[in-house]
């Protein structure tokens, strides 16, 4: 069975960190690329990160703009879990924080509907 769990969410501070995780299982890990994404009530689900891992076992990551130089993505093949570190959070970031995999390597933020799998999500509150 595949599950896509995601942890680490919460209530932060403006200015304060949290550390998403998301641990997979039931599909071969590293030939996947992994997103995050978020999504707010009453708006549509955007890409906020992904890590994909090319043939040579290079890493490439993508950020979406409104995080770049905040949030941190990185993968841990040998535990098939895959971490957004969040930094300088923004009230604006909060939003229920989704996992999602989709196989190959996806050049750029994937969109929604080309992921194979999802998690449940993981709720992030940031208080101004």
């Known amino acids: 069975e595949v599950q896509l769990v995601e942890s680490g969410g919460g209530l932060v501070q403006a200015g304060g960190s949290l550390r998403l995780s998301c641990a997979a299982s039931g599909f071969t890990f590293d030939a996947y690329t992994i997103g995050w994404f978020r999504q707010v009530p009453g708006k549509a689900r955007e890409g906020v990160s992904s890590?994909?891992?090319?043939?040579?076992?290079?890493?490439?990551?993508y950020y979406g703009g409104s995080v770049k130089g905040r949030f941190t993505i990185s993968r841990d093949n040998a535990k098939n879990t895959v971490y957004l570190q969040m930094n300088s959070l923004k009230p604006e970031d909060t939003a229920v924080y989704y996992c999602?995999?989709?196989?190959?390597?996806?050049?750029?933020?994937?969109?929604?509907?080309?992921?194979?799998?999802w998690g449940k999500g993981t709720l992030v509150t940031v208080s101004s």
């Open positions: 999602a995999a989709v196989r190959g390597v996806v050049v750029g933020l994937p969109i929604t509907r080309v992921m194979d799998y």
């Open positions: 890590v994909s891992r090319g043939s040579r076992g290079e890493t490439s990551t």
